[in-house]
């Protein structure tokens, strides 16, 4: 498998940003591909060859996405285009796949695919590359059943280096029990279950994903958007008595420690589209009483799973009046919700930071 790398790794220096679509370069790097004697016995590339042959009478990688969609084997392979994941070009991985909970599975079914990387060339190295959307790939589509990659120990080594650093320095002492006692098993375990739920939650509702994602797709709706699964699947954890009890109690724990803590140290000073939901998150509990700032530290409030709750409602009261209203006027009264709860400035044009988190970022050098 190493020589397998070491070839995509030379062979996608070749590739230049702006000819990812041009049927001459597509066509070189097909014949380039099927030249290796290392990569042109690989299935997976010789799929993608013969897209990229004709890619300009079809814009579809159809064989390389049934290849991975019906897991063949345990490789991803393609010419990828993601603004958020830049380092993506051509590139491959392979993967085992992590176990799972048989009521998350049938109770909760998405195209979800929590892995863990075993070999990948150097696109898939940069930390920020956690997931694998199929809109990723140049084709940028995305279509019913096509699975959804996360590189669950990606999840876990930024949680061990991050996460918990902020747990244990912003929070009151056993805000987290569960979380502050896991080993890295178990972080592995919720973040597996996390995303199973978080993609779930994704294609619920009356505004589901992707069927209303141009009207979520501005950064504040994306952070709304993100903040709505999240918070539906930590609603899940504390009410489905069919899951395990630790299981669920850890895994709300982790998804709220990320969603309030991690996200908003990360998006200093320029908030990206979770940062701005952890915003939201963290103003809308203050106001409702979820969260208490005490003595420079976070103190969960007792009825904090039931602001969540009301948190969820009042974004579904929004969003279930896309049966009565224009897709436009639903899409401004998200805003509205959103920028009551959030920084914006209006000179910048963007969204800022909060100072709490600012300040705590500077002490811990993170």
Same mark, same amino acid.
């Given at each position: 498998m190493?020589?397998v790398?070491?070839a995509v790794n030379v062979l996608? /220096?070749?590739?230049?940003?702006?000819?990812?679509?041009d049927?001459a370069?597509l066509k070189r790097?097909?014949?380039g591909?099927l030249?290796s004697p290392?990569?042109?016995?690989?299935?997976i590339? *010789?799929?993608f060859? %013969?897209?990229?042959?004709?890619?300009a009478e079809?814009?579809r990688l =159809?064989r390389?996405k049934? #290849?991975?969609n019906?897991?063949?084997?345990?490789h991803?392979f393609s010419?990828f285009d993601a603004s958020?994941?830049?380092?993506?070009s =051509?590139?491959?991985l392979?993967y085992?796949t992590?176990?799972?909970d048989?009521?998350?599975d049938?109770?909760?079914?998405?195209?979800?695919?929590?892995?863990?990387?075993?070999?990948?060339?150097?696109?898939? @190295?940069a930390r920020?590359?956690?997931? =694998?959307f199929?809109?990723n790939?140049?084709?940028?589509?995305q279509?019913?059943?096509?699975l959804?990659?996360y590189?669950i120990?990606?999840?876990v080594?930024?949680h061990?280096r991050?996460?918990r650093?902020?747990?244990?320095n912003?929070?009151a %002492?056993?805000?987290f029990?569960?979380?502050?006692?896991?080993?890295?098993?178990?972080i592995a375990q919720?973040?597996s279950?996390?995303?199973r739920l978080?993609?779930?939650?994704h294609r619920?509702?009356d505004?589901?994903?992707?069927?209303?994602?141009?009207?979520?797709?501005?950064?504040?709706?994306a952070g709304?958007e993100e903040?709505?699964?999240?918070v539906?699947?930590m609603l899940?954890?504390? #009410?489905?008595s069919?899951l395990p009890?630790r299981?669920?109690?850890?895994?709300?724990?982790?998804?709220?420690? %990320?969603?309030?803590?991690?996200?908003?140290v @990360? /998006?200093?000073p320029?908030?990206?589209y979770?940062?701005?939901?952890s915003?939201?998150?963290?103003?809308y509990?203050?106001?409702?009483?979820?969260?208490?700032? #005490?003595n420079g530290?976070? #103190?969960?409030r007792?009825?904090?799973?039931a602001?969540?709750a @009301?948190?969820?409602g @009042?974004?579904?009261?929004?969003? /279930?009046?896309?049966?009565?209203?224009?897709a436009?006027q639903?899409?401004?009264r998200?805003?509205?919700?959103?920028? *009551?709860?959030t920084d914006y400035?209006?000179?910048a044009?963007?969204y800022q930071?909060i100072?709490?988190?600012?300040e705590?970022?500077r002490k811990? /050098?993170?």
């Amino acid at each position: 498998m190493n020589d397998v790398i070491d070839a995509v790794n030379v062979l996608r /220096g070749s590739v230049r940003r702006d000819q990812r679509r041009d049927e001459a370069s597509l066509k070189r790097l097909a014949r380039g591909l099927l030249a290796s004697p290392v990569l042109r016995k690989v299935p997976i590339v *010789q799929v993608f060859a %013969e897209d990229v042959l004709t890619f300009a009478e079809d814009p579809r990688l =159809l064989r390389t996405k049934a #290849h991975i969609n019906t897991r063949v084997d345990n490789h991803i392979f393609s010419l990828f285009d993601a603004s958020y994941f830049p380092t993506l070009s =051509l590139d491959f991985l392979s993967y085992r796949t992590s176990p799972t909970d048989t009521h998350l599975d049938t109770g909760y079914p998405s195209p979800t695919m929590p892995v863990t990387i075993e070999r990948m060339s150097k696109g898939f @190295e940069a930390r920020p590359v956690v997931a =694998l959307f199929p809109e990723n790939h140049i084709d940028g589509r995305q279509e019913s059943g096509d699975l959804v990659f996360y590189f669950i120990d990606k999840f876990v080594e930024r949680h061990l280096r991050l996460t918990r650093l902020l747990v244990h320095n912003v929070m009151a %002492e056993g805000s987290f029990p569960l979380v502050e006692a896991a080993g890295p098993e178990d972080i592995a375990q919720a973040s597996s279950w996390w995303v199973r739920l978080h993609e779930y939650h994704h294609r619920q509702g009356d505004m589901p994903i992707p069927g209303f994602l141009p009207v979520k797709k501005l950064k504040p709706l994306a952070g709304l958007e993100e903040l709505r699964v999240d918070v539906s699947a930590m609603l899940a954890c504390l #009410h489905d008595s069919a899951l395990p009890e630790r299981g669920a109690r850890l895994t709300y724990e982790y998804v709220l420690s %990320e969603r309030l803590l991690r996200y908003a140290v @990360e /998006g200093i000073p320029r908030p990206n589209y979770d940062a701005v939901a952890s915003q939201l998150l963290f103003n809308y509990l203050i106001a409702a009483d979820g969260i208490r700032l #005490h003595n420079g530290l976070i #103190h969960l409030r007792p009825g904090l799973p039931a602001v969540l709750a @009301e948190f969820l409602g @009042e974004i579904q009261a929004i969003e /279930g009046r896309i049966h009565s209203e224009p897709a436009e006027q639903v899409q401004e009264r998200l805003l509205r919700f959103t920028n *009551q709860y959030t920084d914006y400035d209006e000179k910048a044009k963007d969204y800022q930071h909060i100072l709490f988190f600012a300040e705590a970022k500077r002490k811990l /050098g993170v």
